[in-house]
Antibody, heavy 122, light 107 residues
Framework: QVQLVESGGGVVQPGRSLRLSCAASGFTFSSYALHWVRQAPGKGLEWVAAMSYDGINKYYADSVKGRFTMSRDFSKKTLFLQMNSLRPEDTAVYYC???????????????WGQGTLVTVSS | DIQMTQSPSSLSASVGDRVTITCQASQDISNYLNWYQQKPGNAPKLLIYDTSHLETGVPSRFSGSGSGTDFTFTISSLQPEDVATYFCQHSDNLPPWTFGQGTKVEI
């Protein structure tokens, strides 16, 4: 079955960097677009970033554009989110999620990881 | 960006009740509207995509309807395991793919 396992969260000071990972299994990694979605404590869901199945196309929310970079390692079946210049408002649980339909990028998230908590605080 | 307005923000109903949640998009999104269920401490789960299509394994008491800018999510007979927060989300064209604010359903 599809499994997504995030790691790399923790407590970090404002202005510092953090890299999140999402290890994928149970599906053909190179055939699906992937996303990062975050949820601030007690708040709603915010789409953060997306990458096409082939890694060519990347999209970012305005709130993270220029600070966050998404990448994927096809050999390790792992998705990454490099987060630079972190701000307190970036504090959230970060989920990786799989696009529902193979080889598309439509914003339908059919499988989610358990999430990893990032806390930005001095 | 497309804004999604969901209502109510919370509701309380009895087991067996019919529950309805509405979601309004700030512009026409055709039928590109999805619904997610999030139970406390868990990741969201896709229940319905493209307005009315149930994900595999989702009970038939869940349904969705609408088009354009106005959408409805219904639980025909509320069950104890349905206690959760429900989010609508548009998947129209290109990102950002925004979510509604969520509706907390209690019994």
């Amino acid at each position: 079955q599809v499994q997504l396992v995030e790691s790399g969260g923790g407590v970090v000071q404002p202005g510092r960097s953090l890299r999140l990972s999402c290890a994928a299994s149970g599906f053909t990694f190179s055939s699906y677009a992937l996303h990062w979605v975050r949820q601030a404590p007690g708040k709603g869901l915010e789409w953060v970033a997306a990458m096409s199945y082939d890694g060519i196309n990347k999209y970012y929310a305005d709130s993270v554009k220029g600070r966050f970079t998404m990448s994927r390692d096809f050999s390790k079946k792992t998705l990454f989110l490099q987060m630079n210049s972190l701000r307190p408002e970036d504090t959230a649980v970060y989920y990786c999620a799989r696009e529902k339909i193979i080889a598309t990028l439509k914003g339908r998230f059919d499988s989610w990881g358990q999430g990893t908590l990032v806390t930005v605080s001095s | 960006d497309i804004q999604m307005t969901q209502s109510p923000s919370s509701l309380s109903a009895s087991v067996g009740d019919r529950v309805t949640i509405t979601c309004q998009a700030s512009q026409d999104i055709s039928n590109y509207l999805n619904w997610y269920q999030q139970k406390p401490g868990n990741a969201p789960k896709l229940l319905i995509y493209d307005t009315s299509h149930l994900e595999t394994g989702v009970p038939s008491r869940f349904s969705g309807s609408g088009s354009g800018t106005d959408f409805t999510f219904t639980i025909s007979s509320l069950q104890p395991e349905d206690v959760a927060t429900y989010f609508c989300q548009h998947s129209d064209n290109l990102p950002p793919w925004t979510f509604g604010q969520g509706t907390k359903v209690e019994i």
